[in-house]
């Protein structure tokens, strides 16, 4: 804890759970996203957009997230989302490679 500041096991718990919901809505946003995409003919075979990469990538370097969940979730491939990882954390400067 800093500066003397204590957090009682119930208001750390909820501050959990708080995290975990916000975590949950911005996978069922996502999600739906990638439903209707599949949904859509003219959707198939395209790219998915940068805000949705930024977002899934958000959603992986959330605390206590594998990648395979995350990925599950929104119903991506799991190499696809740790290739996005990866080029973020180059773009970022924390890795060596190619920035796009």
């Not at 439903?35 to 959603?59: C, I, N, Q």
């Not at 959330?62 to 989302?81: K, T, Y």
Request: cysteine-free.
């Amino acid at each position: 804890m800093s500066a003397g500041l204590s957090v009682s096991p119930l208001g750390a718990f909820m501050l959990h759970l708080k995290r975990r919901r916000a975590v949950r809505a911005d996978t069922q946003r996502l999600g739906r996203w990638v439903h209707e995409r599949s949904v859509d003919p003219s959707m198939k075979g395209k790219p998915y957009p940068p805000e949705f990469r930024e977002d899934a990538v958000k959603l992986l370097r959330s605390p206590g997230r594998p990648l395979s969940e995350v990925a599950s979730d929104l119903g991506i491939a799991r190499e696809s989302l740790r290739r996005w990882a990866k080029q973020t954390g180059i773009d970022e400067g924390g890795r060596e490679g190619i920035s796009t």
